[in-house]
Structures are given as structure tokens and as C-alpha cells.
């Protein structure tokens, strides 16, 4: 019997060490281990009771003969399995009972009567201990606990359980232990290739998140990139990027009209390269510059690749990186040839039509002055009185005329000046006789005073100058106000008495070289502080109320301006303290006078 | 102001020349002598020979520039002094003037009533200029 059990207990051993590697189901290698257990004992019934970690218990595999009640499943309270048994099944104890209800095998009273419900007699009893927690560390028996009961129950009589039988209980439990540790590994490894998959999902569905938000800001930006370019190419200038070794980075359709290459084939290309020689020989001295950090502007006529000289105004805008150091410039370039040639026809129909309007003019002006001399006859007060008005709407018209074309021919580059040594005392002598008149009739007096310095000037211009200005002082001054004109030289470490404003240029002119400084003060209406650059600018007149009343053709002081910068002079206006303006002018003396 | 001054207008347009002749003889009392074109001026200042020539720059018939060089290459004319009368300032710079041996430009517009003062002012009949 022993043999026989010996033999039999061998090839389960094989038998269920053979399941637990074909197998991965800790269900089927139990149940294979209970089967063969009953038949080999044949036991009433084998069963392998799991411990709960709530002090409960459960049947998870049986094996029974029919006839007996099934424990499969069922439920244990945690009374009939106290607390002491489960410690010493932990250290390992076995028990045989040979009879459940011999007070000498000590069993609880609620477990006999536990398990007299179920007709149980005798039973043999192994502790299945857990395998150590994985990942194992350390490997005492200490992190052994009682993982569950490898049970043998007979019903039919009381049972001696022989010590081969206890033993082969015993054995048994190795390889369930082993199959335990292999469940064990592979439910540890089903959580963590189930939290590892889902983690991989989250970063998963994040990256594709990630994906869908780069996709629409790339497709943002695409379109906004698309739309610039429509409009860069939409434009008709040439717009182009070049870098600092001279090669096109960037050019908008424009070019391929111009040059009659796409700018694709332009890309890259040197600047020499695209424009030749002879243009580039020309561009070479703006370009230096554009790369040394300088804004360029320029015009240049070129030619188009299908024939036909152009004029272009070019503009060079230099493109700082951010440590200030010149990366490239961006190249602007407009066809004015339209504009430049409206400009002439707008220059010449102006200098035609004035000049046409000079001759009847002259026999107008003439005639009325004659008229109105009272030589021809007499005439009645009214008829006076109208020759007076035809008299000075002609003296408009004359102003207006003479005007438009002195500055038509200042503008056009046409007006040089012729200077020679003049006084200040001729010039302010003669400028107050020729005002003289206009004062009296306005009812102001006309106060001049100078010394006498000598100036280089040209005596035409500078006399235009000053009787426009005292024109103005005086239509602007009230009946009976005064108007004050001087001329003083100015040494180089004198500081003038009025500063002029928004002009930083005057005063280091003035600290080089010494100069004469007209002053024409009114007792006007002032002009206020915001207007004071602006009215040399073309057809400006000071918008004040008391301004309406006086017709000018806004051009005088533009003209003044002109004439003064031709002497490379300056021209401003001041508040004079106590009211009205003091215009200002400053000419240059003659070298070699033994002033500087 | 000199009188007795003998002044010939060559110009084309009637309103200017009545205008001239109205303002120097008002003005001065000068005799004013008239020609409505180049060669009529031209032909005027060889037997009239007056002190001095108004002439307007742009006639119909001859350049301003051929009818002083017309009278300079004649014995009789070549004297006179010549003063150009035109609307055209920048067309001629001053020392282009003197090349040609203008002796002065009076601008159009003017006022007639002026011309001799101006006309002796040009010649210094008597004192002008600013030096």
C-alpha cells in the first residue's frame, strides 16, 4: 500500500507540476490537485479552502464523492477558523484527525459543529502558504502567511491517517505553492501590463491631443502665412530680403516682372548676379551701406528685361538681429517713372500758365495805375473807388502769380542764388522804403535799426525775404502798432537771445561760424506754438480768426524759407514777450573779414 | 530824374506797348518810340537811334538773343543799350545776360508808371543797386 501510494504519489507530483507548466489557470491546476488527491486517499472528499483577507474563508476547488454535500463556493465564518489555528497553520503545522468529535484532538467546539453539518468524521489537514510578495525582497519566512487549506475529509467512518498520507498532503503543497507564485507573477503582471497599457493609452490620447492642437496652429499659421504672401505678391512694389553676403532671401512676385526670372530661380542669387554688372557697380555703395546698419533711399533708373529705362526709387531698411548686429536689409522698390513725369508736367503747365498770365497782367496793372493817377481825366468818387478795387485784386493776382512761380522755380531746382557783399544798412534801408507805403496805409509804424555789417548774399532774394516778412507784420499788426525790423551779427560764442525751437541744427551752426540774424517783430495776434514749424510749410496759413481776414496765397513764408536755406541759413518764429511774433533769419558773412 | 531820353519799345503785344508808352511819357516826359516786331525794331533803331532799347525776349518773328546780336554787329546800333523785358526769369540767368551784352531784365509784370526809374536805375542814370 505504501509502495503503491509512493508510485501514485509520483506521478501527481509530475502529473500536477506538468499542469502548472501547460497551465496558467490556477483553477485547473487546483482542481486537477483535488481530484487526484480524493482518488489517491480516496477520501470522501479533498478540497482547498482560501483564506480571505477579511479572517474569512471560501472553498475554491473540490473534488467529492456523490452522495456528500458540496462545499464548493461556500462560504466559512471567520469564527470556525480562529485566530491561534491560522498562526500555527502559518508556522506550518499539519493535523490528522482521525475523529472530529475525540475531545483529544481539541477541536473548537462551533468547528465540530461546523463541520458535523457536512457528515465530516475525520480529516487531514496542510497549510498552502503564499508565496513571497513579488517583487521579493529579502526572502524570510517572515513574508510567508497562510494563503490557504489543502483538506481531506472522510465521512463514511472515522479515519488513522497514515503518516505516507500526511507526508504526500505535505509534499503536494510545494508545487501548489509554485503554481500560487506563478498566479501571483501572472495577475502582478496582467495589473501591470493593464496599467502600463493604460498609461500608454492616457499618453497615448494626450499625444493625440497634442497632435490636434499642433495640426490647427500649424494649419493657423499656414493660413496666415498664405495670406501674407498673397498680399506681399499682391503688391505692386518690390519687396525683397537680402542677407548680409548680398543674396536674395525673399522676393515678391513684383520681381518676376521686373526681372523676368521667378523669384524662386532668384532665391539665393547674388545681387551682382541678378542685376549685372553696371547697375550693381552703381547699387554697391547703398547696398555697403544698408549692411554697415545705415537706412538707404535712392533713385536709379533701370532697366526692365523686356526693354525700357525705368525710374526706382529704392529703399534700404537694415534688419538688426538682436545682439545690434546688421543680419540683412529689406529692399523696397517703386516705379515713380508716372509720378516723376506728372511732377514736370505739373511743373511746366504751372510755369506756362503763369508766364501766359504775366503779360495781360502787366497792361492790367499798368493801366490801373495810370487810371489812378487822375492824369487821363478825372473820375467821379465811385469811379475811383472802383479802380481802387480793380487796382489791388490785381495786386493779389500779381502776388499769387509771382509766387507760384518763384517757388515752382525754387522746387524745380531752377533758382541758384548770385551772392556778393551787400550791407545790412542798404538792405534794411531799401526793404522799410519799399514798405514804407503798405505801413501807412495799415496805419503802423515801421521801425528799422542796424549797423552797418557786410553779409554775402544775393540782394534780390534776401530783399524778397524781408519785405515778405514785413508784409506779414504789418497785415497782421493793428492800426496803430509798431512794426520792428534789425539785423545783428551773431559771433560764434555768443548764445542767441531767443533759442530757436525743434531747430538743434541752428545752434551748432551758430557756435561755428558767425553770423547775421534779421528779426522782423509784429504786434500781431502771435501764432500759437503748435503752428510754428508748419507755416513754412506750402499753402499754410496760421488758422487763427484774425488770420481770415487777411488774404495771402500761403506761400510767402515757404518761399522765404527757401531763399534763406539757399544761404545756408535758418528761418523760425518766436512768441515776442508781451505779445505778436518775432521772425528770424540768419545769412552768412563774408569770409575773410577779419570777424572769424 | 534825366529828361530828353529817347526810349524804343520792341513789342508784339499792343496793350503792353500803349501801356509803356502811357506810364515813361506820364512818369518822365521821355519820347517813346514803338516797334511791333524784330525786324521793324531792328530797323527802327538804326535811323532813330534812341538811348536805350526795351526789348521783349519772345517776338513772333526773331529770338530776343539774335535781335541784340543784329544790333551789335551794326556800327550805328551797336551802343544802344539793351534791356530785356520778360516773364521768363529763370530762361535767363544774369551772368548770361552781361555775355550777351544786356545791360539789364525787367520783369513782367511790371508797373509802367515805374520804367524810368527802373530803366535809370539799370544804366545808373542815376544811383540804384545795393553796393
Known amino acids: 500500500m505504501q509502495a503503491d501510494l509512493r508510485q501514485q504519489q509520483l506521478e501527481l507530483f509530475s502529473e500536477v507540476t506538468l499542469k502548472i507548466h501547460q497551465s496558467l ?20 472528499r479533498v478540497l482547498i479552502y ?11 476547488s473540490e473534488a467529492v464523492l456523490p452522495g456528500h454535500p458540496v ?16 498562526h500555527l497553520y502559518a508556522q506550518g503545522r499539519v493535523r490528522a484527525i482521525a475523529n472530529v468529535h475525540d475531545p483529544a484532538f481539541g477541536l473548537a467546539d462551533c468547528l465540530v459543529e461546523f463541520v458535523k453539518q457536512f457528515g465530516v468524521k475525520a480529516k487531514l489537514i496542510v497549510p498552502i502558504l503564499r508565496p513571497p510578495t513579488i517583487p521579493f525582497v529579502g526572502g524570510s519566512t517572515a513574508n510567508r502567511h497562510l494563503w490557504g487549506l489543502l483538506i481531506a475529509h472522510h465521512c463514511q467512518s472515522e479515519r488513522q491517517w497514515l503518516p505516507c498520507e500526511l507526508e504526500f498532503m505535505q509534499q503536494l503543497t510545494t508545487p501548489l505553492t509554485m503554481a500560487l507564485d506563478q498566479a501571483q507573477r501572472l495577475e502582478h503582471l496582467k495589473a501591470t501590463v493593464k496599467a502600463r497599457t493604460q498609461q500608454l493609452q492616457e499618453t497615448n ?54 526681372l523676368g526670372q521667378s523669384p524662386e530661380v532668384t532665391y539665393g542669387q547674388h545681387l551682382q548676379q541678378v542685376w549685372g554688372q553696371e547697375y550693381y557697380r552703381r547699387m554697391q555703395p547703398r547696398i555697403e551701406a544698408a549692411l554697415a546698419g545705415q537706412f538707404v533711399t535712392y533713385e536709379e533708373e533701370i532697366g526692365r528685361h523686356e526693354g525700357g529705362l525705368r525710374l526706382v526709387e529704392f529703399s534700404y531698411i537694415p534688419h538688426w538681429d538682436d545682439h545690434q548686429t546688421v543680419q540683412g536689409f529689406f529692399e523696397l522698390a517703386k516705379d515713380i517713372s508716372a509720378c516723376k513725369a506728372g511732377e514736370r508736367l505739373k511743373d511746366e503747365l504751372i510755369s506756362l500758365i503763369s508766364h501766359e498770365l504775366r503779360t495781360p497782367l502787366t497792361a492790367l496793372h499798368s493801366a490801373l495805375k495810370i487810371l489812378a493817377t487822375g492824369r487821363m481825366g478825372n473820375l467821379s468818387a465811385d469811379g475811383q473807388k472802383l479802380v481802387a478795387i480793380a487796382d489791388q485784386s490785381t495786386d493779389r493776382l500779381l502776388r499769387l502769380v509771382n509766387n507760384v512761380l518763384d517757388l515752382q522755380r525754387i522746387e524745380s531746382g ?13 538792405l534794411i534801408r531799401q526793404a522799410a522804403e519799399v514798405m514804407q507805403p503798405m505801413a501807412q496805409h495799415h496805419g503802423v509804424t515801421l521801425v528799422s535799426q542796424t549797423e552797418e555789417i557786410a553779409i554775402w548774399v544775393d540782394a534780390d532774394g534776401i530783399m524778397q525775404t524781408l519785405t515778405n516778412l514785413l508784409s506779414n507784420a504789418i497785415k497782421f499788426s493793428p492800426h496803430g502798432g509798431v512794426v520792428w525790423l534789425t539785423a545783428t551779427l551773431l559771433r560764434p560764442s555768443e548764445p542767441l537771445k531767443h533759442q530757436p525751437r525743434h531747430s538743434p541744427a541752428f545752434s551748432s551752426t551758430a557756435t561755428t561760424e558767425p553770423v547775421v540774424v534779421f528779426r522782423i517783430r509784429d504786434s500781431g495776434p502771435g501764432i500759437p506754438p503748435d503752428q510754428r514749424e508748419r507755416i513754412f510749410e506750402r499753402f499754410h496759413q496760421v488758422d487763427v480768426l484774425s488770420a481770415r481776414k487777411q488774404r495771402g496765397s500761403g506761400l510767402g513764408l ?26 528770424s533769419f540768419t545769412v552768412p558773412i563774408p569770409i575773410n573779414t577779419g570777424l572769424n | 530824374m534825366m529828361s530828353g531820353k529817347r526810349v524804343l519799345v520792341i513789342d508784339d503785344e499792343k496793350a503792353i506797348q500803349t501801356v509803356i508808352q502811357f506810364g515813361i511819357k506820364l512818369t518822365s516826359g521821355w519820347q517813346v518810340l514803338i516797334a511791333s516786331s524784330g525786324a521793324e525794331g531792328i530797323q527802327t533803331a538804326q535811323t532813330e537811334k534812341p538811348d536805350v ?14 535781335i541784340v546780336k543784329a544790333l551789335q554787329a551794326h556800327a550805328a546800333t551797336k551802343d544802344i543799350p539793351v534791356i530785356f523785358l520778360t516773364a521768363q526769369a529763370q530762361t535767363i540767368e544774369k551772368p548770361q545776360l552781361s555775355d550777351l551784352g544786356v545791360r539789364g531784365m525787367i520783369l513782367k509784370p511790371f508797373n509802367s508808371l515805374h520804367l524810368p526809374e527802373q530803366i535809370s536805375r539799370i544804366l545808373h542814370w542815376s544811383m540804384g543797386g545795393c553796393k
Not at chain 1, 462545499?71 to 491560522?86: A, K, N, R, S
Not at chain 1, 493657423?220 to 532671401?249: C, F, G, H, K, T
Not at chain 1, 522676393?251 to 521686373?258: G, I, L, P
Open chain 1, 50 to 60: 482560501h483564506l480571505l483577507p477579511d479572517g474569512t474563508g471560501k472553498t475554491i
Open chain 1, 414 to 426: 531752377a533758382f541758384t542764388i548770385n551772392p556778393q557783399v551787400c550791407s545790412t544798412a542798404t
Open chain 1, 71 to 86: 462545499l464548493m463556493d461556500l462560504e466559512f465564518p471567520e469564527e470556525v477558523f480562529p485566530q491561534e489555528h491560522h
Open chain 1, 25 to 44: 489557470q490556477l483553477a485547473d491546476i487546483l482542481q486537477t490537485t483535488v481530484t487526484e488527491v480524493q482518488r489517491i486517499l480516496q477520501a470522501d
Open chain 2, 53 to 66: 532799347i526795351l526789348l521783349d525776349v519772345r517776338l513772333p518773328d526773331m529770338d530776343g538773343t539774335d
Open chain 1, 205 to 258: 490620447r494626450n499625444l493625440q491631443q497634442e497632435i490636434a492642437i499642433r495640426r490647427q496652429a500649424e494649419e493657423a499659421l499656414r493660413q496666415s502665412e498664405a495670406q501674407l504672401r498673397l498680399m506681399i505678391n499682391a503688391l505692386p512694389v518690390l519687396i525683397a530680403y537680402v542677407d548680409n553676403q548680398q543674396r536674395y532671401r525673399f522676393n515678391n512676385r513684383a520681381y518676376q516682372d521686373w
Open chain 1, 558 to 583: 515757404a518761399i522765404c524759407r527757401k531763399i534763406v536755406e539757399q544761404h545756408n541759413g535758418k528761418i523760425w518764429v518766436e512768441s515776442a514777450p508781451g505779445g505778436g511774433s518775432i521772425f
